[in-house]
Nanobody, 124 residues
Framework: VQLQAFGGGSAQAGGSLRLSCAAS????????VGWFRQAPGKEREFVAA????????YYADSVKGRFTISRDNAKNTVYLQMNSLKPEDTAVYYC??????????????????WGQGTQVTVSS
């Protein structure tokens, strides 16, 4: 499966952005999807994940209550709605797909496929 992440950009603190992860090549509903981010000089970190059916969703503590992950399998797309943005949310955001619904959803090496990143910049 090929993934493409888009929707990044610039926002002010307190603002919102919505990222999309579009898939092609295989039935997207067969994959759980995670969002990760990487700021300059830092390791890639888990942001959110959603299992194949969309029934289970997981969030990093740092974004819980502000970010919402969702999916539309008919459109082969997973979304990350980001509200109440903070400057510390600034990073390159990546989406990734896993062939399984895994309890290791927060680990980058759990995922089999990655999209290119999309930059999110939040100014104070």
């Amino acid at each position: 499966v090929q993934l493409q992440a888009f929707g990044g950009g610039s926002a002010q603190a307190g603002g919102s952005l919505r990222l999309s992860c579009a898939a092609s090549g295989r039935t997207f509903s067969r994959y759980s999807v995670g969002w990760f981010r990487q700021a300059p000089g830092k390791e890639r970190e888990f942001v959110a994940a959603i299992w194949r059916s969309g029934g289970s969703r997981y969030y990093a503590d740092s974004v819980k209550g502000r970010f919402t992950i969702s999916r539309d399998n008919a459109k082969n797309t997973v979304y990350l709605q980001m509200n109440s943005l903070k400057p510390e949310d600034t990073a390159v955001y990546y989406c990734a797909a896993d062939q399984w619904d895994s309890s290791n959803y927060y680990m980058p090496n759990e995922y089999d496929y990655w999209g290119q990143g999309t930059q999110v910049t939040v100014s104070s």
